[in-house]
């Protein structure tokens, strides 16, 4: 008495039938589907992000200004110009300027170094800002210490957002 094995049911020695296949294929799109955790649980906020920044020195509000408008019509494109209060000597000068967007997807956004040479602690920069957020700027001094200054910006059509 032989018994008659249908060919629905064969496998491929070592291998995986079409059934199973196709159920891993669909367990696996359920899976990339579900939504990760969400981003304010995994991101840093501001007081974290400028914190590393500083190695933890609490810096200074004052003698920055930062010039970003309140609305953004493109994210892709928003002119922005640091100036810090310094007289730029040897003795007081800024060493860096650190710009920061909590919320695009690479905060650190831009690292400014000078010295006494440069004159003026004043950098021009275009930025892409993901979306509406708090944009931070902290200035490094000869001295160690910290200032900075923030400003909210309103964007109505995002940048640096995957489209994936």
Known sequence: M?????????????????RSLVAGAAVGLVVAGLPGRAASETAPDLAQL????????????????????????NG?????KIA????????????????IAEKNPFPDMARFHLGPRAGRAEVATTLRIAQSQKVAVVAALS????VMTDADIVVTLSACIDGG
């Open 76 to 80: 892709n494109s928003v002119d922005t």
């Open 143 to 146: 001295d160690g210490r910290f």
């Open 84 to 99: 810090v209060d310094s007289p730029m000597t040897e003795a007081d000068h800024v060493r860096w300027i650190h710009l």
């Open 50 to 73: 400028i914190a590393r920044v500083t190695e933890g020195v609490a810096p200074e509000r004052g003698r920055i200004t930062l010039s970003i408008p309140a609305l953004a019509e």
């Open 2 to 18: 032989s018994s008659a094995i249908s060919p629905r049911s064969r496998r491929p020695e070592g291998g995986l039938d079409r």
